[in-house]
């Protein structure tokens, strides 16, 4: 004879609603067992019902534990309204609880702002730094650097993180992987200008890249969109980078010797070498031979160091600059300010980045070899090159002048014993 199975409920049959006109016979399913919690009551028009329903308890029970059915009232009305929103994306809650592990910091949870001071401060920028981008900052600051990012990329940094700080700071940062669509729409009504999207969007890549490494977040959500990257390129191809024409830098030129001498160094260096903007900050006196200019390793942009042929044309611009020590700097700690005083003083629009674009425009349009021009202003590859420095309707004569750009020699003071020997 077969065992009878036992279930940890007992069913009987009983009157529901007694003494009232609702009475009937009902049979009642009811938790035997303390293990389970509170004691569960079901009722049923038959027995067979009853039955069906005690063992897929019992089954639910051997396959999951006692936790199956002893949830409290709020966690089961909790996961009550978790189906409700689940349904209508087709999913189920195990499927949701994965997701969540998936997308939630597999250290010590932080939230984006606790993330975002914690990458600062690797590149060197405090947390008021954060809050007050560039405020407080004097301009020698950026004579110092932290491992090798200068005060401008700290500055930058600082200023581009902190809208997002402002709008997801308080969210945890292993939950915003999941918001990718978020971010790019974020992106998109915050900085309406291509330029400025790219620098914001690339920023937050680097940031979520780090927090990747760290292991707070299992992906970046801001990895490149295909639309957003044609976006870009589309805006490069509409509007190029501007250059300066010859007279304009001449002007420049002409203005620092006689206005502001120290700044002749930073027109000369820069738009007669390509060395970019933030490395002839840094440049100093000692690093300038006789032939050539050395970028150190620590501050060049991509970290290679470079030797940088001084061309005639800055050779002679050089000359008229009044050296310094071997340990100071070749350009005034506030050249940017001082640049655009002296722009404003000859209203001249200043293209971004116009010293190097020049260059790299007017050495082609002479030498006429993109592979070299190229190297000596060390892209990563040629197709850079091509974008910004190819057909920009320079002419020879244009290009003649540019080179030709040189000190005006000063003339000889005339006494005037010299004056009555002329006129005898």
């Keep these: 004879?077969?065992?009878?199975?036992?279930?940890?409920?007992?069913?009987?049959?009983?009157?529901?609603?007694?003494?009232?006109?609702?009475?009937?016979?009902?049979?009642?399913?009811?938790g035997g067992?303390?293990?389970?919690?509170?004691?569960?009551?079901?009722?049923?028009?038959?027995?067979?019902?009853?039955?069906?329903?005690?063992?897929?308890?019992?089954?639910?029970?051997?396959?999951?534990?006692?936790?199956?059915?002893e949830l409290a009232e709020s966690e089961r009305v909790d996961a009550v309204e978790a189906l409700a929103i689940l349904r209508d994306r087709?999913?189920?809650?195990?499927?949701?609880?994965?997701?969540f592990l998936k997308h939630s910091p597999q250290h010590k949870p932080c939230t984006v702002r606790e993330g975002i001071v914690r990458f600062l401060e690797t590149r060197g920028v405090s947390e008021k730094e954060l809050d007050q981008p560039g405020k407080h900052r004097q301009p020698e600051a950026r004579a110092r650097r932290f491992k090798n990012y200068s005060h401008k990329h700290r500055v930058n940094l600082a200023y581009r993180l902190r809208p997002f700080v402002e709008d997801f700071g308080g969210e945890p940062l292993g939950v915003v992987s999941a918001k990718r669509p978020e971010i790019k729409a974020w992106l998109l009504e915050k900085y309406p200008n291509p330029v400025t999207l790219k620098n914001h969007r690339s920023t937050l890549h680097s940031f979520f890249e780090w927090a990747v490494e760290?292991?707070?977040?299992?992906?970046?959500?801001?990895?490149?969109?295909?639309?957003?990257?044609?976006?870009?390129?589309?805006?490069?191809?509409?509007?190029?980078?501007?250059?300066?024409?010859?007279?304009?830098?001449?002007?420049?030129?002409?203005?620092?010797?006689?206005?502001?001498?120290?700044m002749v160094a930073y027109f000369a260096i820069g738009g007669f070498s390509g060395i970019r903007t933030e490395e002839i900050g840094s440049i100093r006196w000692g690093t300038i031979k006789p032939d050539s200019i050395h970028i150190a390793s620590e501050i060049a942009k991509t970290g290679d160091a470079r030797d940088i042929p001084i061309h005639p044309t800055l050779a002679k611009w050089l000359s008229v600059v009044e050296r310094g020590k071997v340990d100071d700097f070749v350009v005034p700690a506030d050249f940017?300010?001082?640049?655009?005083?002296?722009?404003?003083?000859?209203?001249?629009?200043w293209p971004h980045n116009a010293l190097r674009h020049s260059f790299g425009s007017y050495r082609q349009a002479v030498v006429k070899n993109m592979h070299l021009v190229s190297d000596e202003m060390r892209h990563d590859d040629v197709e850079t090159f091509k974008r910004y420095y190819l057909n920009r309707g320079i002419t020879p004569e244009e290009a003649k002048q540019y080179w030709a750009i040189a000190p005006q020699a000063k003339k000889p003071r005339t006494t005037q014993a010299g004056r009555m020997n002329s006129e005898g």
């Excluded at 028009?45 to 019992?58: H, I, N, P, V």
């Excluded at 087709?90 to 997701?99: D, P």
């Excluded at 001082?338 to 003083?345: D, P, S, V």
């Design 214 to 262: 760290q292991r707070l977040m299992p992906e970046n959500p801001a990895k490149p969109w295909k639309d957003l990257s044609a976006v870009f390129r589309d805006h490069q191809k509409r509007k190029k980078p501007g250059i300066l024409n010859p007279g304009q830098l001449e002007k420049l030129l002409s203005e620092a010797i006689a206005s502001d001498k120290p």
């Design 336 to 349: 940017e300010n001082r640049r655009r005083e002296l722009c404003r003083k000859l209203k001249l629009s």
């Design 33 to 69: 067992r303390r293990t389970f919690g509170k004691r569960i009551k079901m009722y049923f028009d038959t027995q067979s019902a009853a039955l069906k329903k005690a063992r897929e308890l019992a089954a639910e029970f051997q396959a999951h534990g006692a936790q199956a059915v």
């Design 1 to 30: 004879m077969a065992k009878k199975r036992k279930y940890p409920w007992g069913i009987r049959l009983v009157t529901v609603h007694a003494g009232t006109p609702y009475a009937e016979t009902r049979w009642e399913l009811r």
């Design 90 to 99: 087709g999913a189920s809650l195990r499927e949701a609880a994965r997701f």
